[in-house]
């Protein structure tokens, strides 16, 4: 079996979000980083690697973006990944994103793919299941937990008040959330070294219109200052709770 | 033309945010002088799928299928793919939640259609067809076009009012010839605990941070949760811990949720606390810290040891409660 994890390349979430003009983010100062979904997926599938060694012979990252994202591929084989792939584009939208990580599913075959359930600069929240619909692969979102039993998978998937177990063969989709993997596995310094001589492989993008366009950004609306209440007069909040907000 | 809303339903009901949802949709309806329809998947009686009307559907397509008993991503594309091209549907709307970000990418692809992921607000233009959406996790907001002729949104939650009517809907009961071979995923075990308020559903919500020190003393923020029919929450370290259950982790790694009311109690207010949270209404802050970055995104707050004020709280809300 072998693996594809997608990663995406995100601003660490402490750094300010600035725009130079309304269009364009302003990357200086940024610090760039896995989106942390990706890094736990990755985490995972290197763990079910370690746990599963004649099943799963490989484990890839892919990604979509200028030459500029290497740093954050890179970390990504420091970690662990045997090898990676970068699509050698501006990330226009995610359908043009989905096109391109479709051609590298089917380029090599791979029949665990792995994505995030939303990355921390567009929210979008739609990469993972666009890839599926492109490769006509099923695709199970939210999927809190993969496990091989017996050389099958099984999923847990998150739904409102519980879990499921599901059980699917591959090739599929999944897309991770919160408890796929504890603690994202951090690069030790073997891998720092190992990873300046795995392969990247640098393949040409597929033409593609994006569907969609950001035409301005904006900041968060202005909030009023905190207005503070004697935390010997709780009667107060609630009053107002109740009154001037009507929030109970 | 029309518009198509797909609102899906818990155990044969629906929710406040399937009637917001409709309620956005008809209000898309009316901006583009064409009708709704609400697309109901699964088992519901017809009067439930009758209050659809009251909030602005004028036409309700029920499919029941054994086959669609659980979420199959592909095959709930499938059929409302289907059905939004048997009404020419020029907007396709559904929930931000787990079930609408499962299908809408896949829809967006088999109909060449752009989405609008998460989005709080009518469109501010048609032509070009502008929307507006929280990015950067809540640290901006982008207004995105989408250049397609059919174009897909999904509903941040409690981002719209909902608008009640007395409209009477025209309910169709349709049976679906669903291709067996889509449905690939089985679930084997589910695990669900039932009757419980859902922290995603919450008006109000009761969270508790490292400041209240020890799980010992989750007592009152439970109690106070309670007594406003409320639900509570954590910061992410309480339930790495194991202090709280999973579930209740808010926060860019956790749930995203948008209450009415946000009490938050003993929690420093990090960002990807808040990114969790940013879009409730009424944020309330309680801190021993009073520059704590909580109170900067609070509306309200209170500088004091949690375990001194929780207790004031409590007694009085039920003051009010019993007046
Ligand atoms: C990639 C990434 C993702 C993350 N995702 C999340 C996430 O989704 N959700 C999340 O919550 N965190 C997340 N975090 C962690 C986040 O950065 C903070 O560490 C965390 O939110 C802090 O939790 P806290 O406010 O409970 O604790 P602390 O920061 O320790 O704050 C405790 C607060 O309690 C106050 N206090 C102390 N004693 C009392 C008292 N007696 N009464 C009242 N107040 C008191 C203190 O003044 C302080 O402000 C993430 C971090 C990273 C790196
Ligand atoms: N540029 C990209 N290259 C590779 N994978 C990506 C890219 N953007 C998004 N993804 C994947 O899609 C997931 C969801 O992203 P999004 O749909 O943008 O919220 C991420 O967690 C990644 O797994």
């Known amino acids: 079996m072998k693996i594809l994890v997608c990663i995406s390349n995100v601003p660490d979430t402490t750094t300010r979000i600035r725009f130079t003009g309304s269009k364009k983010l302003d990357t200086a100062g940024i610090q760039w980083v896995i989106n942390p979904w990706d890094e736990l997926s990755l985490t995972r599938a290197l763990e079910l690697k370690d746990a599963n060694p004649g099943l799963v012979e490989s484990v890839t990252v892919a990604h979509v973006g200028p030459v500029s994202s290497e740093p954050t591929i890179r970390k990504a084989l420091a970690i662990g990944a045997d090898s990676a792939i970068r699509v050698n584009s501006d990330a226009h939208d995610a359908y043009f994103v989905a096109a391109q990580l479709a051609e590298v599913v089917k380029a090599d075959n791979f029949d665990l793919i792995l994505c995030g359930i939303e990355s921390s600069d567009f929210n979008g929240s739609t990469v993972g299941g666009m890839l599926a619909e492109f490769l006509q692969y099923p695709s199970v979102s939210a999927v809190s937990g993969i496990n091989i039993e017996n050389g099958n998978l099984s999923l847990t998937r998150e739904i409102d008040g519980g879990k499921e177990l599901l059980s699917l063969a591959v090739p599929f989709v999944a897309i991770v959330q919160k408890g796929i993997a504890k603690e994202p596995r951090i690069a030790a310094m073997r891998g720092i070294m190992m990873a300046r001589s795995k392969p990247i492989k640098l393949v040409e993008p597929v033409m593609t219109e994006p569907l969609t366009e950001i035409v301005s950004y904006e900041m968060p609306p202005e909030k009023e200052a905190c207005r503070f209440i004697d935390a010997d007069k709780p009667g107060e909040l609630i009053d107002i709770l109740q009154n001037v907000e009507k929030v109970i | ?323």
């Not at chain 2, 198509?4 to 309620?23: A, M, P």
């Open chain 2, 1 to 323: 033309m029309s518009v198509l809303v797909y609102t899906e339903n818990w155990e044969g009901k629906f929710k406040k945010l399937s009637y917001e949802l409709v309620s956005y949709a008809a209000a898309m309806a009316e901006m583009l002088n064409t009708s709704l329809t609400a697309l109901s998947i699964g088992e519901v009686d017809s009067a439930e799928l009758e209050s659809l009307g009251r909030f602005g559907a004028s036409k309700i397509v029920s499919i029941e299928n054994e086959k669609l008993k659980n979420l199959d991503n592909q095959a709930y594309t499938a059929v409302i793919a289907d059905m939004a091209k048997k009404l020419g549907a020029r907007v396709i709307i559904l929930a931000n939640n787990n079930t609408g970000k499962a299908v809408a990418p896949r829809l967006s692809v088999k109909l060449k259609a752009g989405v609008g992921a998460g989005v709080s607000r009518l469109p501010s233009s048609l032509e070009p067809f502008t929307v507006y959406k929280r990015v950067y996790s809540g640290n901006a907001y982008a207004h995105i076009v989408i250049k397609t002729e059919v174009r897909i949104l999904t509903l941040a939650q409690n981002s719209f009012d909902i608008a009640e009517g007395d409209n009477k809907p025209e309910i169709e009961k349709l049976s679906y010839d669903l291709d067996p071979a889509l449905v690939k995923t089985e679930v084997r075990d589910v695990n669900k605990q039932s009757g419980k308020l859902l922290l995603t559903d919450a008006e109000i919500v009761v969270s508790g941070g490292r400041g209240m020190r020890s799980p010992d003393n989750w007592a009152p923020i439970v109690e106070l949760a309670d007594l406003l029919g409320g639900a509570t929450a954590c910061s992410r370290p309480v339930s790495d811990e194991g202090w709280r259950p999973h579930e209740e982790h808010t926060g860019q790694t956790g749930k995203i949720i948008a209450p009415d009311l946000y009490i938050a109690v003993g929690i420093s207010g990090a960002t990807q606390h808040i990114a969790g949270v940013s879009a409730s209404k009424c944020i309330v802050a309680i801190n021993t810290d009073k520059d704590a970055p909580v109170f900067d995104v609070a509306k309200y707050g209170m500088v004091g040891d949690a375990m001194k004020v929780l207790p004031g709280l409590i007694e009085a809300v039920k003051n009010v409660k019993s007046a």
